[in-house]
């Protein structure tokens, strides 16, 4: 009987390729994996943010909407909240603590992604804007109109920009400041 010890070339080579294919096909399910969930991040925001605008339109309550990030839970959320006209109109003086005293429902958002804001105007494009606990993004628009009421950069044609990012990919839809309806998204 022969004592073989070692391995030929031929049988090293379709390891090799076996290695190959396994890893391959993990990284690829991998990186298919995250795009599904900014997908989902992306679905979910952008439903909220049409059924924002409808209930703004149908109800007598003062509502807005905002995704924000809660440092003491280490998560993001969009929530939709109560808030004096008044207030509402000095959009940039509006907080997390006083957005998450108001809140009538929210829906925790996957943390593990980044969420980004942006106004452009006619003539020019907006800087994005990390949502942070310093930045959250409100969403207010006028009961009678739809038009999104409160942006910082207000223009009546422009849009507000909203991203979802993760490593692999960006998703993003715009909202027209002049209807109140989603615009365009990718």
Not at 76 to 102: C, D, G, H, P, Q
Not at 157 to 172: D, F, H, I, P, W
């Amino acid at each position: 009987m022969k004592n073989n010890k070692g391995m030929t070339m031929i049988e090293v080579v379709v390891v090799m390729a076996l290695i190959a294919i396994v890893t391959s096909g993990t990284v690829l399910s991998v990186s298919s994996l995250r795009r599904a969930r900014v997908k989902k991040q992306f679905d979910v925001l952008q439903s909220q943010t049409i059924n924002l605008r409808e209930k703004t339109l149908t109800s007598s309550d003062l509502t807005a909407g905002a995704v924000y990030y809660d440092s003491a839970e280490g998560e993001y959320y969009f929530a939709v909240f109560e808030m004096e006209r008044s207030k509402l109109a000095s959009y940039a003086t509006i907080t997390n603590t006083e957005i998450t005293a108001s809140i009538k429902e929210k829906i925790k958002l996957d943390s593990s992604m980044e969420y980004y804001y942006s106004f452009d105007t006619e003539t020019s494009t907006g800087t994005k804007v990390k949502i942070t606990e310093s930045s959250p993004l409100i969403i207010h628009y006028n009961r009678s109109n739809g038009k999104l009421v409160n942006n910082k950069d207000y223009s009546e044609n422009g849009k507000l920009n909203v991203y979802v990012k993760n490593s692999s990919l960006e998703k993003t839809f715009a909202i027209s400041c002049s209807t109140g309806r989603i615009v365009d998204y990718n």
